[in-house]
């Protein structure tokens, strides 16, 4: 059986209690149409004492098709999202550093953080997300309900954790996209449960700036964006902290066989996982 970790994560906690009581972590676009909408972190903005900043983000999702897209864009500069490090998005035992992406494609000066919403067992997309034996509690384009949790919200990964870079001329760090909690892709703000935590399996993300030195292994993907996968990473020792969706914090080890972490991940694949 996980140990019980809601004391060492406090964080992990009430983030996912505030988004199952109701809260939207996966809207679409300001036209209300497919595209990159606002991601779950936007959404809980409120619950986080960030009144100001889920005002600014309700600004860029009305105006704007490609939402994430335009955070920390010019265009915004006078109401910005995400450039701004958040506490409740802040493991304890993660180096802190205030490093931001910059990486030269218009979403400049984004802060970055450890919490990340669960793909499912598979990669990232719509293909994924509508299928309930694959995808998870989030996915893109998509609003899950308890009731549409098929294996039971306490079987069932809400959030766990990202490593971000350490500031390094390697790569450079600046430019990698990984725990950047406004965005809304593999390794920004989401993870899948595709490979183990802290797995030595490189991630397949966009925005890689591979350093495995830290734990970090990365491959540059970006087309398609189905087969982009990143796994739950910390600096605890052993493991990562895991939020479910019924609230319950659980310390997951490194050691957890596979198919038992893929089942947690999936909503509704059925699959009989055992207790580890």
């Not at 600014?56 to 999702?61: C, D, G, N, T």
């Not at 955070?71 to 993660?94: E, Q, V, W």
């Not at 189905?226 to 609230?247: I, L």
Request: overall charge negative; aromatic content about 10%; proline content about 7%.
């Amino acid at each position: 059986m996980p140990e019980q970790d809601q004391a060492a994560h406090p964080n992990l906690s009430p983030a996912s209690g505030s988004i199952a009581a109701g809260d939207d972590p996966n809207g679409r676009n300001g036209g209300g149409a497919v595209g990159i909408g606002g991601p779950w972190v936007c959404y809980i903005l409120p619950n986080v004492e960030q009144p100001a900043l889920y005002t600014y983000f309700e600004k860029i999702r009305t105006q704007e098709a490609e939402v994430v897209d335009w955070f920390g864009n010019s265009r915004y500069a006078a109401t910005p999202i995400g450039d701004k490090h958040l506490d409740a998005m802040d493991c304890p035992t993660h180096p802190f550093n205030d490093e931001q992406l910059a990486n030269g494609t218009g979403m400049e000066h984004l802060a970055r953080g450890n919490y990340a919403a669960c793909y499912g067992k598979g990669g990232y997309g719509t293909v994924h997300t509508a299928n309930a034996a694959v995808g998870g509690m989030f996915g893109n384009n998509s609003k899950t309900r308890i009731t549409d949790i098929a294996d039971g919200a306490s079987n069932t990964v809400c959030l766990s954790e990202l490593k971000y870079r350490q500031p390094s001329a390697t790569g450079p760090s600046y430019q990698d996209s990984r725990g950047v909690w406004t965005y809304g892709t593999m390794g920004g703000n989401t993870f899948t449960t595709q490979n183990g935590p802290n797995s030595t399996v490189p991630d397949g993300v966009w925005g890689c700036r591979n350093y495995p030195q830290e734990g970090m292994p990365c491959v540059q993907v970006g087309s398609p964006y189905a087969s982009m996968h990143a796994a739950a990473r910390s600096y605890h020792t052993g493991g990562v902290s895991v939020s479910f969706g019924d609230g319950s914090v659980r310390f997951v080890r490194d050691g957890i066989t596979l198919a038992t972490w893929q089942a947690w991940g999936s909503r509704g694949g059925g699959e009989t996982a055992p207790n580890e």
